[in-house]
């Protein structure tokens, strides 16, 4: 089993910053994929970012691009969200998620994800 604990979310003014990290315990972390979504009041969970555990390959949904970075410390079995330039669209819950440790699909889709954190609040003024 793997816990997913989130955290660094919070309350920011359009243009500013957050990290967002995700502590993973239970065992050590060597799946295809860990991801994150995040999900808007009255929308859906939405894909943000992935990175491949193996080699470290980055991908991220267009509306991201150039100002969200995903990254991840084998050591300390965590996995980063840096969010630069937010806007108030970005406000959302966001959730870590983590594979079960073999290929299960699409890394966009949350289908191919088994573990999931509770999630944290990220919250942009305008």
């Known amino acids: 089993q793997v816990q997913l604990v989130e955290s660094g979310g919070g309350l920011v003014q359009a243009g500013g910053s957050l990290r967002l990290s995700c502590a993973a315990s239970?065992?050590?972390?060597?799946?295809?994929?860990m991801a994150w979504f995040r999900q808007a009041p009255g929308k859906e969970r939405e894909f943000v970012a992935a990175?491949?555990?193996?080699?470290?390959?980055?991908y991220y949904t267009d509306s991201v691009k150039g100002r969200f970075t995903i990254s991840r410390d084998n050591a300390k079995n965590t996995v980063y969200l840096q969010l630069n330039s937010l806007n108030a669209e970005d406000t959302a819950v966001y959730y870590c998620a983590a594979d079960r440790g073999y290929y299960s699909g699409p890394y966009y889709d949350s289908s191919s994800y088994h573990y999931w954190g509770p999630g944290t609040q990220v919250t942009v003024s305008s």
């Open positions: 990175i491949r555990w193996s080699g470290g390959s980055t």
């Open positions: 239970g065992r050590a972390i060597s799946g295809y994929f």
